[in-house]
């Protein structure tokens, strides 16, 4: 497959695993704090966001601020390899880890919110460029997903130490409209 985005994940994983642990609860937070104060987070009556684990950014307290908000919280269920529904939950209790990596996952019963529905996607990446592309795990789970997911603003959230100037892009990637990070927001359409 493409061994420069292999090459990529390595070296980010190990960005990653020596973050500074104040640097990085600190950044979860900031990028937390912002997301929720940006215009697509107030004017989505649905998100669907990821449920970070370790490594990633918390996003727990932006679940609750969702659910709290009144809005449709939709999480991901994987399905099988590379696909993945929107699901959703009224509390985080339902979470529990579920397949070979042990993210927490909704019931298999949980209601699934169709993709063109969604108002906002909130994505995870092991880094992120200014232009939108994103770095995954490899799964290619939201490639497949963002597509469908027409009408959504999708929003990378990416801490500032994982931000990288320039990303490899393969034709089947689907670039964020926004990477927010701790200090900076970057709109990444519009110049196509
Ligand atoms: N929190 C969270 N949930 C998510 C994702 C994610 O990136 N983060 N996904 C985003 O796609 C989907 C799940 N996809 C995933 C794909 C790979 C790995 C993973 O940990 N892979 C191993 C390597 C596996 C291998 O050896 O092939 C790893 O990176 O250590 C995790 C999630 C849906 N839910
Ligand atoms: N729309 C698609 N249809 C079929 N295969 C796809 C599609 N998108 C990606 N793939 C395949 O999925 C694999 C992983 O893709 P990629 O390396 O871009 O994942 P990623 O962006 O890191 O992961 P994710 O999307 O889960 O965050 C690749 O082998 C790629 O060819």
Known sequence: MDSA???L????KARIAALDAAYDKAAGEGIVRRLTAHPAWAAADSVFCYVGRR???DTRPLLRAALEAGKTL???LCMGPGMM???AVRSLEELAP???YG???????APEVPPQRLALCVLPCLAAAPDGTRLGYGGGYYDR?????CNAVKIALCRAALLEPVLPRECHDVRADFVLTEDALYACKGGG
């Open 85 to 87: 529904q929107a699901r």
């Open 145 to 149: 997903f963002l597509p469908l997911a």
């Open 55 to 57: 490594g990633e950014i």
């Open 5 to 7: 985005k292999a090459a």
């Open 103 to 109: 993210i927490p996952e909704p019931p298999a019963g």
């Open 9 to 12: 994940r390595r070296v980010m």
């Open 74 to 76: 939709a999480v991901p």
């Open 98 to 100: 579920a397949g070979p």
